[in-house]
């Protein structure tokens, strides 16, 4: 990275964003290079965004276990005969709605202070690479994801084949946030392989390429899809989905260990993807 502040790149990058910048070039073999004030601002507002996208995640899960909550104590109220009422089903879509709403505007701001960073360098990197999704997320990562999100949507379905109305409307339920998830994890792929690239030296272009692939690694990471069937469904379920949910969540981990353990660093994945453009 070049060494030389950038000429009205807004606020000066706080120390401390200085220092975890450089931490982040030598966990990725870039020990070589200086942090910027450029790569401190773009690593700050993605650590920002990851956290904020981490809190969406958890309010997706709280609003589900109390949308079934909600239907659970309604029911009970009137000795397990009362019909399931819409309402929770209805509160749900509607906080799904929102929290797909805040993920955009949460994309909306990294990609602005993306725009203001491209507005400020001095010159632009030679042959420019806008990574597809091979490159970025990677055939195996992307396998991963799907098969996690089929496990959790064959779970939701089966489900909703048990006579038990109670069941199936926490079938209901969980169809409804992993829908939700997915929503908001495709949004964020899609702003991955849009935004545009921010770089003026192969270094930086390389630091571009392995933001965009640690972006989309963490969002593979099943944290919703294995948690929501166990909030809502393990206990209440037949004994057969219940073991079929645990040895979905142990398949899923022991897959997720695997794939981490032998698929290459992020940086490696991301040299490879410059070197065949």
Not at 4 to 26: I, K, N, T, V
Not at 258 to 266: D, R, V
Request: glycine share 6%.
């Amino acid at each position: 990275m070049t060494g030389e502040p950038l000429p009205d790149a807004g606020p000066p990058a706080r120390a401390a964003d200085l220092r975890l910048a450089g931490e982040w070039l030598a966990r990725h073999d870039m020990a070589g290079g200086r942090p910027t004030p450029l790569l401190a601002s773009r690593l700050a507002v993605r650590r920002r965004a990851r956290l904020a996208a981490h809190l969406i995640l958890a309010v997706l899960i709280i609003a589900s276990a109390l949308a079934a909550a909600y239907d659970r104590l309604a029911s009970s109220a009137f000795g397990g005969f009362q019909p399931h009422r819409p309402l929770p089903l209805l509160a749900l879509t509607a906080s799904v709605a929102g929290l797909l709403l805040a993920q955009s505007l949460l994309d909306w701001w990294v990609r602005r202070v993306d725009q203001r960073a491209g507005v400020t360098l001095s010159r632009r990197a030679a042959h420019l690479i806008q990574p597809g999704w091979r490159a970025v997320l990677g055939r195996p990562y992307a396998v991963f994801a799907v098969a996690t999100f089929a496990g959790a949507m064959v779970l939701a379905w089966s489900a909703l084949a048990v006579p038990d109305p109670t069941v199936r409307q926490l079938a209901v339920v969980l169809l409804i946030g992993l829908l939700g998830v997915t929503a908001i994890s495709a949004m964020q792929l899609r702003h991955l392989l849009r935004r545009p690239v921010v770089a003026e030296d192969e270094e930086s272009l390389t630091a571009d390429v392995i933001m965009r692939v640690e972006d989309a690694r963490d969002l593979t990471t099943p944290s919703v899809q294995w948690s929501l069937p166990m909030v809502l469904l393990f206990g209440t379920a037949p004994g057969w989905w219940s073991a079929a949910a645990v040895a979905y969540l142990i398949l899923g981990l022991v897959a997720c260990v695997a794939l981490q353990a032998k698929t290459p660093s992020s940086a490696t994945a991301a040299r490879r993807a410059m070197s065949v453009q």
